[in-house]
Nanobody, 122 residues
């Protein structure tokens, strides 16, 4: 089994910045895509950003130009730099990864982190 652990959430004023991190550990051969999703109160979980193992990135339109996803393959870690935060960005942010196991069946298998709260408020 593998685990994803997020960190970096918190309370920030509108216009502020936060950097989220998500580290994968455990039984890992390699990691395909990694990404971030978020869920606001009373809403469904939505896609925020993803990054391939080669560094290709994808963003939801509402965060383009404000958020940047990156990854450190040597550390099995994905980051989300969030700038110019807005109250509408308030949500629990979840890390997601498609992971190949070293043993058969290899997968890939989809994993989720436990979530980290981001609150944007004055």
């Amino acid at each position: 089994q593998a685990q994803l652990v997020e960190s970096g959430g918190g309370l920030v004023q509108p216009g502020g910045s936060l950097r989220l991190s998500c580290a994968a550990s455990g039984s890992i051969f390699s990691i395909y895509e990694m990404g971030w999703y978020r869920q606001a109160p009373g809403k469904q979980r939505e896609f925020v950003a993803r990054i391939s193992s080669g560094g290709r990135t994808y963003y939801v339109d509402s965060v383009k130009g404000r958020f940047t996803i990156s990854r450190d393959n040597a550390k099995n870690t994905v980051y989300l730099q969030m700038n110019n935060l807005e109250p509408e960005d308030t949500a629990v942010y979840y890390c997601n990864a498609d992971i190949l196991r070293p043993t058969i069946p290899h997968g890939p298998y989809e994993y989720w982190g436990q979530g980290t709260q981001v609150t944007v408020s004055s």
